[in-house]
C-alpha cells in the first residue's frame, strides 16, 4: 500500500480526496488499492492522469467517486424499504441521467473508479479483460460504452480491426471518443462511436466478431429485447461478453432481476447460452446470504450464440 502511494503520487492524491471527505471509507478504500496488481495501479494512474489532462482537476475526480457512493447508498436505503428500484422507466431517468451532461461525467469517472475499488467491479475487469480472445481479428461491438474505458481496453488488448460503440448518451460518446483519441491519438483501424439507443441503431447486421455489453441491461425497460438484437448480430464464433447486477438499486437502474437464476434465464430465451460466468456477492457476505437478504449481487457472462 506504502508504495503504491507513493510510487504514483496521483492515486495517493486521489486517496486522500476521498479519505478528507469520507474518513470512513478508509477500511475499504485501502484493502481494495492494496489488492490492485501492478498493472491495474498503472491503469487507475493512467485514468486519472487522462481525466486531469482533459482539464477534471483532482477535487472534481473525487467528487466523482463520491457521486456515485452516496447516490448508490441513498437507492440503497431506499431499496430496503420498498423491494423496488425508484423508477421503471426510461423517460423518467433521461433527463436527469443520460442527457445532463454534468452529472453524467460525473457518474461516468465515479463508475469507471469503482473497477479499481469495488471489489466485484474489479473482478468482471479483470473477467473481462482474461476471457476477451487475444487472436480474434474481424469488428468489435460494444454497447453503452459509458466512460469508454472497457472500449480503450479492447482496443488496447485485443487484435480486432474495427471497432462500433452505440450509446444513447451523448455525453457517454463524447467520453468514449475522447478516452481513444487519448490513448490512440495515431490510430489507423476505424472506430466508429454513434449516439443512438441501440435497438434503433443501424450498426451493421453482422455478425461482429466480438459484442461487448457492460451494465446496461438493468438501465433498460426490456432487457430482453437487447439480448434477442445481440443473439440476431452474433454469428457461432462471436466472444459475447456482458454484465448486469440483481437487486443492486442506482439512480437510472430501473430493470430489476431479483436473482441471477431471472438472468440466465433471459439469456437463455433470447438464444444465447452461458460459456462462462463470475457471479460477486455483497461486498463481506456470501452469496448464499447475498441471495436470501436481497442484496446486490453482480454478474458477469461470457456468451455463445445457441447452435
Ligand atoms: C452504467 S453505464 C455502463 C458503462 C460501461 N459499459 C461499464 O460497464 O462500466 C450504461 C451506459 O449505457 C448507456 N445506455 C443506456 N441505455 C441505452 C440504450 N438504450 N442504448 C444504448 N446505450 C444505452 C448509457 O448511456 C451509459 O453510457
Redesign the pocket.
Known sequence: MTSILSNTPHIADFRQGILDENGMHQGFLDPALASLTEDEVRELSDYITYCLDGGVDMPELVECYRTILDDTFQEQLNFMRTKAYRHST?AEVADS??FNKEY?TR??HG??F??FIWPN?VE?RRFFLKSLPREKTGHYL??????????MSAMKQGTFDRFTG????K??VE??RKIVGHHFPKENRPVEIME??????TVSDGPFDAI?????L???ERPQD?LARIAGLAGPETHIFI?TCVNAP?I?HIYLYRNPDEVTAMINSAGLEVRESYTGAYFGKSLEESRRLNLPINVAYVLEKAR
Open positions: 426510461f441521467v443520460y453524467m457518474y461516468m463508475l469507471a469503482t473497477a467491479h468482471m460494444e454497447i453503452g460504452p459509458g466512460h469508454g474505458f472497457y472500449f452505440v450509446d444513447i448518451s455525453t457517454s467520453l468514449t443512438s439507443d441501440f435497438l434503433q441503431s461487448v455489453m457492460g451494465e446496461v438493468e438501465h433498460v437487447f454484465t442506482a437510472d
